[in-house]
């Protein structure tokens, strides 16, 4: 924590420090505190890693609150902002461009899409090293969901799915 708190008093890594006091918020289920220093991240920062992680992160806590409009205007935000700082595109990303992908298709489980978030989370599954509850537990939920047949033949057209092009289609989506 002290580490945060110094980060905190320098400029250049303020909106970052900003994100790590919004994960251990989130992680202790403060969802106020969590808004507001993902919010506070945005606002002083012109990083734009920051600004896409923490929109992702408002997308977040906004969607687990129920508010679904909200959640995909926050996550269209942070894919305008990864797409602008070509934060998908860096190998070093691999992580945190399926982090946005996974949340993507949570956001179209819940809107009945369920072909189309199983392609995304076969994306996603392609390039993350790690697989955490959330996403083994999305992917459980759209296996019992689907027939088997669709489940495979969506999972299938995730596997073949480029990110780039991925990405502008759920820009677009998000946009409506």
């Known amino acids: 924590m002290q580490e945060i708190a110094n980060d905190m008093t320098r400029p250049r890594h303020k909106g970052r420090a900003a994100i790590r006091l919004a994960q251990i918020a989130y992680r202790e289920n403060d969802l106020d505190k969590c808004r507001r220093y ?3 991240a945005v606002a002083i920062s012109s990083d734009y890693s920051v600004m896409c992680a923490s929109e992702l992160g408002l997308s977040r806590i906004t969607l687990d ?3 679904v409009k909200n959640a995909r205007m926050h996550l269209r935000r942070s894919l305008e902002y990864g797409t602008a700082s070509q934060h998908f595109i860096r190998r070093n990303y691999y992580r945190q461009r399926a ?18 978030a199983t392609s995304l989370l076969a994306l996603a599954f392609s390039d993350a090293a ?4 959330r996403d083994v537990r999305l992917q459980s939920e759209l296996e019992a969901a689907l027939p088997p047949h669709q489940f495979a033949a969506a999972w299938e057209r995730g596997q073949a799915l ?12 998000l946009a409506e």
């Open 162 to 173: 480029q990110w780039e092009e991925t990405i502008d289609v759920l820009l677009a989506e």
């Open 38 to 40: 993902y919010e506070q």
């Open 130 to 133: 790690t697989r955490n509850q």
């Open 99 to 116: 982090d946005y992908v996974i949340q993507a298709a949570i956001l179209m489980a819940h809107a009945g899409r369920l072909e189309w």
């Open 65 to 67: 609150e129920g508010d």
